[in-house]
Nanobody
Framework: QVQLVESGGGLVQAGGSLRLSCVASELTFANYNLGWFRQAPGKEREFVAGISRSSTITYYADSVRGRFTISRDNAKNTAWLQMNSLKPEDTAVYYC?????????????????WGQGTQVTVSS
């Protein structure tokens, strides 16, 4: 069964950094565009960053551009989200998603695959 498993979340102080990982199994990783999304308590899930199959195209939400970096290594079936200069408003559960056709650049619940999420908490 296809799985996307996120890890790397945790508690960090404002201004700190975290690196999230998304590891895929049972799918041809290089055939999928990938995205990171987040959902804060009481809020809708929102787009954070997206990357194309070959890493040639990336998209970022305005709120994270310049602070977060999305990357991937198809040989390792892994994608990352490097998060720097974290703010309390970045606190959320972070999810990765994969889609064979679309490069994620906004939230769409119809992307092919979703992970279960990893909690990121930024204290002030």
């Amino acid at each position: 069964q296809v799985q996307l498993v996120e890890s790397g979340g945790g508690l960090v102080q404002a201004g700190g950094s975290l690196r999230l990982s998304c590891v895929a199994s049972e799918l041809t990783f290089a055939n999928y565009n990938l995205g990171w999304f987040r959902q804060a308590p009481g809020k809708e899930r929102e787009f954070v960053a997206g990357i194309s199959r070959s890493s040639t195209i990336t998209y970022y939400a305005d709120s994270v551009r310049g602070r977060f970096t999305i990357s991937r290594d198809n040989a390792k079936n892994t994608a990352w989200l490097q998060m720097n200069s974290l703010k309390p408003e970045d606190t959320a559960v972070y999810y990765c998603a994969a889609d064979r056709i679309r490069i994620p650049r906004n939230y769409d619940g119809t992307y092919d695959k979703w992970g279960q999420g990893t909690q990121v908490t930024v204290s002030s």
